[in-house]
């Protein structure tokens, strides 16, 4: 069963970066969608950005396109997502989340959004604050 931690949340000024990583255990990451999403209190979970593991190919939401990055590490089957230039309206708990179907290309499963993920991590706060 795959499992996800994530971790790196933490509290930034206005302006800042921080890095958040996901590792995955008990599976490869290989040929899975891996997605960041976020929740803010009293809003509903957005997806933020999307990976194929397999080819790298990543996609972000309008929100965060040119201010996050995610990126892959093969050899620690781990994901992260660099965030820079943080706003306050960026402050939420974030959640790493996984999904494969077969047959399916990643890109497919990315655009199913959370309907494509089958397992979420517990999250980690990120506070953008000054």
């Known amino acids: 069963q795959l499992q996800l931690v994530e971790s790196g949340g933490g509290l930034v000024q206005p302006g800042g970066s921080l890095r958040l990583s996901c590792v995955a255990s008990?599976?490869?990451?290989?040929?899975?969608?891996i997605s960041w999403y976020r929740q803010a209190p009293g809003q509903e979970r957005e997806g933020i950005s999307c990976?194929?593991?397999?080819?790298?190919?990543?996609y972000y939401a309008d929100s965060v396109k040119g201010r996050f990055t995610m990126s892959r590490d093969a050899g620690k089957n781990s994901v992260y997502l660099q965030m820079t230039n943080l706003k306050p309206e960026d402050t939420a708990v974030y959640y790493c989340?996984?999904?494969?179907?077969?047959?399916?290309?990643?890109?497919?499963?990315?655009?199913?959004?959370?309907?494509?993920?089958?397992?979420w991590g517990k999250g980690t706060l990120v506070t953008v604050s000054s």
């Open positions: 008990g599976s490869t990451l290989d040929y899975y969608a």
């Open positions: 989340a996984a999904g494969r179907r077969p047959g399916e290309e990643t890109e497919t499963v990315c655009a199913l959004g959370p309907y494509g993920m089958n397992h």
């Open positions: 990976l194929g593991y397999s080819d790298g190919k990543t």
